[in-house]
Structures are given as C-alpha cells and as structure tokens.
C-alpha cells in the first residue's frame, strides 16, 4: 500500500512546495483627488477645507492594525479648531479693515458736498447782498475822487494816530496838479470828507480825479495818510459768476473788494 505520511512528512511534497494559505489581498489605497483648478489657495497656503480634507485622509488610510494615536489625533483635532480660529480671526480684521475703507469713503463724499453746498449758499448770500448795495456808496483801497455834475463828492481817509490838519492835493486824468486845499479838525483814524468843506473854488468839473491827503501840526511836516476810493454804486454785473459793481461810471470792483457800504 502507498503510505501518505510519507508524502506529507516534513521531507515530502510539504517541503518541497509551499502549501500554507495564501495572505488575502490587501484593498487598494485610496488616493485623495486634487482639488479642481481655480481653487487653490494662493501661494499654495492651506485653508480650513483643505486642512480638513487631509484629517479625513489620513484616518481613511491608517493602517488597521497599527491605528492612530487617540492623543495624536486629539493634537491635530485641537490645531485644526485654533487654525478655524484664527481664520475667522483673519476674515474678521479684513472685513473691519474694508468698513473703514468705505466709511472713509463715505465721509470723503459728505466733506465734498458739504463743501460744494457752502461754496453755493455763499454764493447765493454774496449775490444777494450785491444786489442791495446798487445806490448807495462803496468804499474800496484806492486813491480816486468822483465829481458829479452837481460837483458833489467826497474822500475817505485814515490818519492812524495823527490829528490837526490836512491837506489835500488834487490831480487830473494826465497827472497834472490842479491844486492844494487844506482842512482843519482832522480827526484820528478812518473819516471822510466832502469835497465842498475844502472851499475849492473854481469847482471842479464832473468826472474822476486822483488826489493825496496828508496831516500837519503847525509848521510840521506833512505826513502822508492812507487813502481809499469812495463813490456810488451805479450798477452790478456777473463775470464768471462774480458779482462785479460798477463804482461811479468807469470803475469796476469785485463785490469781494468792498471795505464799506454807506447809505
């Protein structure tokens, strides 16, 4: 008979083939798709989705036998949270930072209004006020004399600290002397005259003339006093939106140049 032992014994086909079981096939490892174009982070930082992903990665393809550390896993569990943490920390500080972009912004665009609407109300009020002062007499720098055909008109004068008495000296339009008058009582400060309390004689012819004013004390020197240019306001007119008047008949002024508006 055929004796199998001998066959199966440790010197039979058992060792000379390898009869024992096979290992099972172990399953294919996953492998975590790329996230599509256009969605990484810029400069290849990572973001909460990103982070999470790979958590979750991980753990799919831990080896069962030698698992994951529960405090290793608990480590990453708490980075992660204080990563979702500063993020929203991030995103918090840049939604702030744009709010006081616009904010800016905002009152940026209400200053310019603001402005834009003063600039128009000052406007309407100097408009307003130019036309009130058409008749009346005006007072600007200067050193020019009306005469009417009346032979009315008047000086304005300012002789600082100085008093006694004045005297004035009268030019025509070609610079040529007409004459010296003199006045007494002179004040202190800014006043005015007419021409009638000078006593010239012949009087005047009507039309504009420029004149010098100066204050003496007895056989003092006589000393040189401020001058202005006074006359009636005849008429008002707009260049560029200014109001513009119109001083006796040839001079015009801004209504910004006015020093005084007398009845």
Same mark, same amino acid.
């Given at each position: 008979?055929?004796?199998?032992?001998?066959?199966?014994?440790?010197?039979?086909?058992?060792?000379?083939?390898? /009869?024992?079981?096979?290992?099972?096939?172990?399953? #294919? !490892?996953?492998?975590?798709?790329?996230?599509?174009?256009?969605?990484?982070?810029?400069?290849?930082?990572?973001?909460?989705?990103?982070?999470?992903?790979?958590?979750?990665?991980?753990?799919?393809?831990?080896?069962?036998?030698?698992?994951? &550390?529960?405090?290793?896993? +608990?480590?990453? /569990?708490?980075?992660?949270?204080?990563?979702?943490?500063?993020?929203?920390?991030?995103?918090?500080?840049?939604?702030?930072?744009?709010?006081?972009?616009?904010?800016?912004?905002?009152?940026?665009?209400?200053?310019?209004?603001?402005?834009?609407?003063?600039?128009? %109300?000052?406007?309407? /009020?100097?408009?307003? %006020?130019?036309?009130?002062?058409?008749?009346?007499?005006?007072?600007?720098?200067?050193?020019? !004399?009306?005469?009417?055909?009346?032979? &009315?008109?008047?000086? $304005? !004068?300012? @002789?600082?600290?100085?008093?006694?008495?004045? =005297?004035?000296?009268? @030019?025509?339009?070609?610079?040529? @002397?007409?004459?010296?008058?003199?006045?007494?009582? !002179?004040?202190?400060? %800014?006043?005015?005259?007419?021409?009638?309390?000078?006593?010239?004689?012949? +009087?005047?012819?009507?039309?504009?003339?420029?004149?010098?004013?100066?204050?003496?004390?007895?056989?003092?020197?006589?000393?040189?006093?401020? $001058?202005?240019?006074?006359?009636?306001?005849?008429?008002? =007119?707009?260049?560029?939106?200014? #109001?513009?008047? %119109?001083?006796?008949?040839?001079?015009?002024?801004?209504?910004?140049?006015?020093?005084?508006?007398?009845?």
């Amino acid at each position: 008979m055929f004796d199998i032992s001998r066959v199966a014994g440790p010197s039979g086909l058992a060792a000379r083939f390898d /009869l024992t079981t096979p290992a099972a096939p172990q399953a #294919p !490892v996953e492998a975590t798709p790329p996230p599509p174009a256009g969605t990484g982070k810029k400069n290849d930082a990572l973001g909460r989705n990103e982070f999470l992903q790979l958590l979750v990665a991980q753990m799919r393809n831990q080896d069962p036998l030698n698992p994951m &550390n529960g405090q290793e896993m +608990a480590a990453q /569990l708490a980075q992660f949270s204080q990563v979702e943490q500063l993020i929203d920390i991030n995103e918090s500080l840049q939604t702030v930072a744009g709010s006081q972009v616009e904010l800016g912004a905002a009152i940026e665009d209400l200053s310019s209004i603001t402005l834009a609407q003063g600039d128009a %109300m000052t406007k309407l /009020l100097e408009q307003s %006020m130019a036309i009130n002062t058409v008749g009346r007499t005006g007072v600007i720098d200067g050193n020019q !004399v009306f005469v009417d055909r009346d032979g &009315n008109g008047s000086i $304005t !004068v300012d @002789t600082g600290e100085r008093e006694g008495t004045g =005297r004035l000296t009268i @030019t025509n339009d070609k610079g040529e @002397t007409i004459g010296h008058h003199q006045i007494s009582n !002179v004040g202190k400060g %800014m006043q005015s005259f007419d021409l009638k309390d000078f006593g010239i004689t012949p +009087a005047l012819k009507p039309g504009q003339y420029s004149y010098r004013f100066e204050t003496g004390t007895g056989e003092a020197t006589w000393l040189p006093a401020k $001058t202005f240019t006074s006359g009636r306001i005849t008429g008002l =007119r707009y260049e560029r939106g200014v #109001p513009t008047l %119109m001083l006796g008949d040839r001079i015009s002024v801004p209504f910004s140049s006015l020093l005084q508006i007398r009845s």
